[in-house]
């Protein structure tokens, strides 16, 4: 049961997190990696539990970055394997929990059942208020590259000229398009990095790096 929250709390409107220490939350208790992995998919279930129940309305989620495919064959395989299983429960339980699934980077490079995935869980949920974003394959410098790109190829279409482009402006071609900038970003595991995430919508957030 959603516990009452005190009424003089502001509660942020989107909080991102960076998902990090699973490996040496595990290795602390001299299991492999991939359980700690594990464990941290369980703790995103539950941070989105509470975000819901704070009245959030959007949550991000750094699962899986453009640098991570360096990691062990093995690793990234248990890692794809609980994002297929997580999307699939999701899509069971999507008219039970009612929240809209996006996706944050390049999908193109997921394996095809997942990209489906991924797909239907969008679509499936689109018309679901509270939002959870799934930054998979992503990177923020990826992210304002690909921006520019479609802005250059708009401006070579006629569709806007070179000096049109704004802030604002920009801002439409991120995969964060209609997203408001995160207040808060969350990163445990004791690292003050930002490591790439959300490059351009953080200007104005504040960090919060936990051990
Ligand atoms: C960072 O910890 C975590 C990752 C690179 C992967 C996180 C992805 C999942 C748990 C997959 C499932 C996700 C969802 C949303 C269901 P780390 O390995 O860098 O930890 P370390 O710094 O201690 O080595």
Known sequence: MAKKLNPDWKIPEHVAIIMDGNG???KKRLMPRNYGHIQGAKTVEEICEVAYNMGIQYLTVYAFST??????????????????????????????NRVCFRFFGDLSKLS?????????????????????????????????????????????EGKYKSEDLT??????????????DPELIIRPSGEMRTSNFLLWQSAYSEYVFMN
């Open 112 to 156: 095809p059942d997942l990209q489906k995935l991924c797909r239907d869980a969008e679509r499936r949920s689109e018309d679901y208020d509270v939002q959870v974003n799934f930054c998979l394959n992503y990177g923020g410098r990826d992210e304002i590259v690909r921006a520019a790109r479609a802005f250059a190829m708009d401006v070579a």
């Open 67 to 96: 640098e991570n495919w360096k990691r062990a064959e093995d690793e990234v395989a248990g890692i794809m394997r609980l994002l297929r299983r997580y999307l699939e429960e999701a899509l069971q339980d999507m008219e039970k």
């Open 24 to 26: 040496r939350w595990a």
């Open 167 to 180: 802030e604002e402006l920009l801002s439409k071609y991120l995969y964060s398009a209609d997203v408001p």
